[in-house]
């Protein structure tokens, strides 16, 4: 069977989900093939054979309806099984657009893929459900984080897609991006989240502990860790919504998540009870958020992040 696999771009550089997206497909698929779109696409593709690549500079950053128009391409030539890409907040976008584009069934938002079986959860991940999909065509889109990159170093050939793309599938135009700095790393792309919640008790407190602890674990870890938030924080004007985990937030699977000052309202635990490992800190031995952390530390953050940060910087 053969999967097609769309790789995301912002301004030239491949996101990590996508190559997850791709260690995804090799448990499904025994031929794996790509498809990058974007403005000056780095080449650093591992693990397929062949990549579509069309470049664009209207492409910089993604938009869906002339991506599908590439992908759609792809797909007349290679008519794979399975059309694969990421549950990015553009990939949730671009999903739709391509079920419908080739009429086939698609389930995104998957964590797991066990004996052709596709785990997904349901009511706010309270349970689980295994689903089987089938169809000729079938769009699948695992959450980032839930599936590992491949360790196969193939380097694709790279086949440049040769079409135009009409101007009016460019009519929803992108008016303006926020830039990040290079440290403020995606909750959904994060390896650890330390979030803060009303239990930080200021806007002073959340912006100087959360932080502090987000960079003594990535220097001590070497890994991508980013800083997430309860609604309360958000609503306190804290910090800026785009870190925001839970139901109308982002959804996060990271290795570790810390919940400190959260009380664990079913509406957080939506976005983050797949995470691996969780770790609460909470001053309410009552809190919801002890029925799902794997550690729990009962006491008030203050007593606790200032010894945990020494601690990690080896002081
Ligand atoms: C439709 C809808 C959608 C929602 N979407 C989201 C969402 O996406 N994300 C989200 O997070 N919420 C969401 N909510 C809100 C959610 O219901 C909760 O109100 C919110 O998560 C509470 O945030 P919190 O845990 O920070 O605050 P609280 O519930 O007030 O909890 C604060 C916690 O801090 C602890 N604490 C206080 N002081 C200390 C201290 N010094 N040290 C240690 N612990 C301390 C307290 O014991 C308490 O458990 C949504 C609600 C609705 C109705």
Redo the contacts with the bound molecule.
């Keep these: 069977m053969k999967a097609l696999v769309f790789v995301e771009t912002t301004k030239g550089k491949i996101k990590e989900a996508s190559l997850e997206a791709i260690g995804f497909a090799h448990q499904i698929a025994d031929e794996v093939v790509a498809v990058v779109v974007g403005k000056g696409v780095e080449r650093s593709l591992k693990g397929v054979g062949k990549a579509y690549i069309y470049e664009d500079d209207r492409l910089e950053i993604p938009l869906s309806a002339p991506i599908a128009k590439v992908i759609e391409e792809a797909q007349n030539r290679e008519k794979a099984k399975y059309v694969i890409l990421s549950a990015t907040p553009f990939g949730k976008e671009l999903g739709g657009r391509l079920a419908a584009l080739f009429n086939a069934p698609i389930l995104d938002d998957f964590t797991g893929y066990e004996n052709g079986l596709f785990v997904k959860g349901f009511y706010s991940n309270k349970v689980f459900a295994k689903i089987r999909i089938d169809g000729d065509t079938v769009v699948l889109s695992p959450r980032p984080k839930a599936f590992k990159p491949t360790d196969d170093a193939t380097e694709p050939e790279y086949v440049p897609l040769d079409i135009t793309l009409d101007d009016s599938l460019f009519a929803a135009k992108l008016v303006d991006v926020k830039e990040k700095s290079p440290e403020d790393i995606d909750v959904t792309e994060a390896d650890i989240v330390v979030s803060g ?3 930080m ?1 200021s806007a002073e407190n959340f912006q100087k502990w959360i932080p502090a602890l987000k960079d003594a674990l990535a220097k001590a870890t070497g890994l991508k860790v980013a800083y997430g938030a ?4 958000v609503d306190a004007g804290w910090v800026d919504h785009s870190h ?6 982002k959804t996060v699977s990271p290795l570790v998540y810390f919940a400190i ?5 079913i ?2 635990q939506a ?1 983050m009870r797949t995470s691996k490992v969780i770790v609460a ?4 031995p009552e ?1 919801p958020i002890f029925g799902i952390a794997d550690y729990g530390i009962v006491a ?3 007593d606790v992040l200032p010894e945990l940060i020494e601690k990690l910087k080896g002081e």
């Design positions: 919640g009303r239990g008790g309860s609604r309360a924080a925001q985990v839970g139901q109308t937030g000052g959260i009380s664990g309202a509406q957080h976005g800190i909470n001053k309410d809190a008030k953050w203050e």
